[in-house]
């Protein structure tokens, strides 16, 4: 799923258990001026680094999946939760988003056959 909306906020990361970190960003989506919405999507792992050079204000569109499961609490009660859980984020510059540069893959198959190298 992919939204698109402004930074509102970022946190930092933080340490959950000793295998699990995460982080997460408010986004502002404005599907009506009048009511703003404030949405939550959260990085987790490795993907907290995504949101390193993210800044309020920045108009970005967030690739997530809608992740939900059940918690059962001490009483029996079964209770759902879901989040939202970001694996791409990219920022939007004048309406043209900013996305890193790779070098084109090289067609091997067009190089010549007769190198001079020594090896």
């Known amino acids: 799923m992919d939204i698109k909306g402004k930074v509102h906020e970022v946190s930092a990361t933080q340490q959950v258990t000793d295998t699990l970190k995460k982080r997460e960003l408010i986004l502002e989506y404005i599907e009506n001026p009048q009511y703003p919405e404030y949405i939550k999507f959260e990085a987790i792992q ?70 001079d190298l020594p090896f």
């Not at 970005?60 to 939900?68: A, H, I, M, Q």
């Not at 900013?98 to 056959?113: F, G, I, Q």
């Open 46 to 115: 490795d993907r907290c680094n995504l949101l390193d050079n993210v800044k309020v204000g920045d108009n970005v569109e967030v690739s997530f999946n809608l992740k939900g499961r059940p918690w059962t609490d001490k009483t029996g009660k079964k209770t759902y939760f879901n989040s939202l859980q970001l694996w791409k984020i990219n920022v939007q510059n004048g309406g043209a988003a900013s996305t890193p540069e790779y070098a084109p893959p090289v067609d091997l198959s067009a190089a010549p056959d007769d190198d």
